[in-house]
């Protein structure tokens, strides 16, 4: 049976360091200046495949993903636009968003056929528990998350949802904490106990918004990537074809 190394264990304990952190701030939503003291080494990303520079560095996008058609594109719309409802919370706009996207993404497809096959689970709602010392925190859940079965890849993706908003330059705590258990989810599975790195990739809906982490420890930093904001339903066909093209990408890169 495989054995943890020092390095590897080393790791885990300041990710978990991180997490424990992060889980007891009084805050719910970080600026740089509070990430960079949480030594997250906050970057830049694009999912445009021509900006190589800037693009995710350990997943590589789906390529024969069509345009969403304009069924999906007027049922955002229209959901959106509706304002006599009790259901306009940002968890409920994220909801009305995130489910049109989910039903555009074909699950079946093997997204490197004969290769990878990735393994998908609905994880339902997680609402963080009521501390003893602090207010009940602000909701926030993942729908589903997607690993590979096997030990060669220890890649994770996931998508969520908050009940918060904010902007491109500010992280939620829930988007963070979400990172990193998916992170060390990955890192205490014996099969994966070779791979220094698990790299996530994330889909976060918060309202009428939605964007894309990629992060992965290097072994002194956090480090966070992170898209532009997608804003619905003016970006509903580019932002889309966009977060599920980079959703159903293979995993690539050195983890080791």
């Not at 300041?14 to 509070?34: C, G, M, N, W």
Request: with cysteine.
């Amino acid at each position: 049976m495989p054995t943890e190394s020092p390095e590897h264990l080393a790791h885990r304990k300041v990710l978990l360091q991180l997490e424990r952190t992060i889980d007891y701030l009084p805050e719910h939503i970080l600026d740089k200046a509070k990430l960079k003291g949480l030594n997250i080494d906050f970057q830049r990303m694009t999912l445009d495949r021509e900006d190589s520079d800037h693009k995710p560095s350990f997943f590589a996008p789906y390529s024969s993903l069509p345009k969403p058609d304009d069924s999906i594109v007027t049922q955002v719309r229209s959901s959106l636009e509706r304002e006599d409802t009790c259901f306009t919370r940002p968890t409920d706009r994220a909801r009305q968003v995130a489910g049109p996207w989910s039903y555009y993404i074909p699950y079946e497809v093997n997204c490197n056929p004969g290769e990878i096959l990735w393994s998908s689970k609905d994880v339902g709602d997680y609402t963080p528990y009521k501390d003893l010392y602090q207010h009940e925190q602000p909701e926030f859940g993942t729908f589903r998350m997607t690993d590979v079965p096997g030990k060669g890849f220890p890649h994770t993706k996931a998508y969520m949802y908050s009940n918060l908003e904010t902007t491109d330059e500010e992280i939620l705590r829930g988007e963070l904490l979400t990172i990193l258990r998916l992170m060390l989810g990955q890192l205490r599975k014996v099969r994966l106990l070779q791979h220094m790195k698990a790299p996530v990739f994330l889909v976060s809906f918060m309202g009428k918004r939605a964007r894309a982490f990629e992060s992965y420890f290097d072994g002194q930093s956090l480090v966070l990537r992170t898209t532009k904001l997608y804003n619905f339903p003016e970006d509903t066909s580019i932002g889309f074809k966009d977060l599920a093209e980079w959703y159903l990408s293979s995993p690539t890169g050195d983890t080791f």
